[in-house]
């Protein structure tokens, strides 16, 4: 389901609304693909603030210190495989923090993960910049189009499947789907 975000804080409240509606659902992993600068933090950001307890945690994006734990509840594990060589496995000290509870995993550069760790149920989060004559074209209220991004989410997994179709008309409430722009 591609849809526009017009601004960061566009891509702030998908985060939230993802993250309001997962809450009480099993469904606890997003891949984030973006490009260096695409929004991944943003997005997170946007998610943390959403869960109890995201008010007391300082979002930043985990590229140095590989990942981040922010005290909400449930926690969530933001982390950053940019640094890894491709085909990876997660870092035996993420693969214990997510086995010692139920946390939220938010996965920037998931690419570099080896394709047989991949979590079967998740949500695949894709942030692309929206460039050129399709910008302009979509640039309505003739602000600048640099900040425009398409997101696109995919389901993998039937559950993270029956998620998205549930959540489809709420998304389609707050953000205008790109064919509609």
């Known amino acids: 389901m591609p849809i526009l975000l017009k601004s960061p804080e566009d891509t702030m409240e998908l985060g939230r609304t993802l993250a309001q509606a997962m809450r009480d659902t099993s469904l606890r992993t997003l891949y984030l693909f973006a490009d260096l600068g695409g929004g991944k933090t943003t997005f997170t950001r946007g998610f943390v603030s959403a869960l109890p307890g995201g008010n007391n945690a300082e979002v930043a994006s985990p590229s140095f210190t590989l990942c981040n734990m922010y005290p909400?509840?449930?926690?969530?594990?933001?982390?950053?495989?940019?640094?890894?060589?491709?085909?990876a496995a997660l870092p035996e000290e993420m693969e214990?923090?997510?086995?010692?509870?139920?946390?939220?995993?938010?996965?920037?550069?998931?690419?570099?993960?080896a394709a047989d760790r991949y979590d079967p149920e998740r949500l695949d989060v894709y942030l692309e910049p929206v460039r050129g004559d399709r910008a302009k074209a979509l640039d309505k209220t003739e602000e600048s189009c640099k900040t425009?991004?398409?997101?696109?989410?995919?389901?993998?997994?039937?559950?993270?499947?029956?998620?998205?179709?549930?959540?489809?008309?709420?998304?389609?409430?707050?953000?205008?789907?790109v064919d509609e722009a």
């Not at 909400?72 to 085909?87: G, I, K």
């Not at 425009?148 to 409430?173: H, V, W």
Request: charge should be negative; aromatic fraction near 10%.
């Open 96 to 113: 214990e923090m997510l086995e010692d509870g139920d946390p939220f995993l938010i996965l920037e550069w998931p690419q570099y993960l």
């Open 148 to 177: 425009f991004r398409l997101a696109t989410i995919e389901a993998c997994g039937e559950a993270a499947g029956a998620f998205l179709r549930d959540l489809k008309p709420r998304l389609e409430k707050r953000f205008l789907p």
């Open 72 to 87: 909400t509840q449930p926690e969530v594990l933001h982390a950053d495989l940019y640094r890894l060589s491709e085909n």
